[in-house]
């Protein structure tokens, strides 16, 4: 069994930046692909980022493209989230996703095995 925990969120004006990290349990993290999903109040669950189980590979929601980068450190069982020009639709709760059954990391929250419970991340107008 895999165990994700987030941390990093909190509450950020208009343009600031967070870093949001997931620490996973297990001994075999680097086999995983991860994502990062959010889910405003209201709204459905949405994907934010993914990346491969290298590290190599990298995508995003056109919604944070160029703001958002998605890294891993496999040697501290850790994805991260860094957060940039934040705007207040990225309030959402974030929270991040592992699967062992795909190389790169799908959009669907379908595809994976297993969830953190998240972090509040807050941005203020």
């Known amino acids: 069994q895999v165990q994700l925990v987030e941390s990093g969120g909190g509450l950020v004006q208009y343009g600031g930046s967070l870093r949001l990290s997931c620490a996973a349990s297990g001994r075999t993290f680097s086999s995983y692909a991860m994502g990062w999903f959010r889910q405003a109040p209201g709204k459905e669950r949405e994907f934010v980022a993914g990346i491969s189980w290298g590290g190599s590979t990298a995508n995003y929601a056109n919604s944070v493209a160029g703001r958002f980068t998605i890294s891993r450190d496999n040697a501290k069982n850790t994805v991260y989230l860094q957060m940039n020009s934040l705007k207040p639709e990225d309030t959402a709760v974030y929270v991040c996703?592992?699967?062992?059954?795909?190389?790169?990391?799908?959009?669907?929250?379908?595809?994976?095995?297993?969830w953190g419970l998240g972090t509040q991340v807050t941005v203020s107008s």
């Open positions: 996703a592992a699967t062992s059954r795909f190389y790169n990391a799908p959009r669907s929250e379908k595809e994976y095995d297993y």
